[in-house]
Each structure stands twice: as structure tokens, then as C-alpha cells.
Nanobody
């Protein structure tokens, strides 16, 4: 079992930056990918960024340029750097840990961008 725990959300003005953290505990060696997703009120959950076990990253076209995913393997932590934030980035941001036969989600962290 893997337990992802997000932190770092909060209120920020448009144009500002935030860095989210996702610390994973449990069967860390079984994780092959970790991703950040977000869900705004009334909208479906969407992928923001993904990083695989070998360090490869993947971003949907709509997320390229302002979001950067990275990791610290020594701390079992994945980060999401968010720059030039816009009000439409307001959402709950979730961390997901994926293995060959499982997906574990964190509880989410709220990001609110004020105009």
C-alpha cells in the first residue's frame, strides 16, 4: 500500500507562484509513476503533470509552460511548481501514486487564485 500526502496549497494572487508537495509512504519501490491532477468545482478531474520511475515527465499541452513537476527521491517526495497562476487554476490538487496494479490518491490540497 502507498499513501500520498499533499501539502502546500493556499491562497495566492494572480501572477503568483506556489509549490505543492506530495510525500509518499509505504511500498515506495512499487511506484512506477506519480502524478498531479486537479479538479475545479463542477469540472472533471484532469491531469496536470506526471513523472515516472525513471524521471521522465509528461504534461498535457494545456499545462505546458507554467507547471513543472520534479522529485526528490531521497525524500520520496514529488513537487509541482506552479508559476504565473491564473484564477482558472483554482482547484483541489490531488497527488496520485500508480503501481502495476493499483492507484492511490491523496486527500487533495486546495489552491485558490484571486484576481
Amino acid at each position: 500500500q502507498v499513501r500520498p500526502v499533499e501539502s502546500g496549497g493556499g491562497l495566492v494572487q494572480a501572477g503568483g507562484s506556489l509549490r505543492l508537495s506530495c510525500a509518499a509512504s509505504g511500498s515506495i519501490l512499487s511506484i512506477y509513476a506519480m502524478g498531479w491532477y486537479r479538479q475545479a468545482p463542477g469540472k472533471q478531474r484532469e491531469l496536470v503533470a506526471l513523472i515516472t520511475r525513471d524521471g521522465s515527465t509528461n504534461y498535457p499541452d494545456s499545462m505546458k509552460g507554467r507547471f513543472t513537476i520534479s522529485r526528490d527521491t531521497a525524500k520520496n517526495t514529488v513537487y509541482l511548481q506552479m508559476d504565473s497562476l491564473k484564477p482558472e487554476d483554482t482547484a483541489i490538487y490531488y497527488c496520485r501514486a500508480s503501481g502495476s496494479a493499483y492507484d492511490y490518491w491523496g486527500q487533495g490540497t486546495q489552491v485558490t487564485v484571486s484576481s
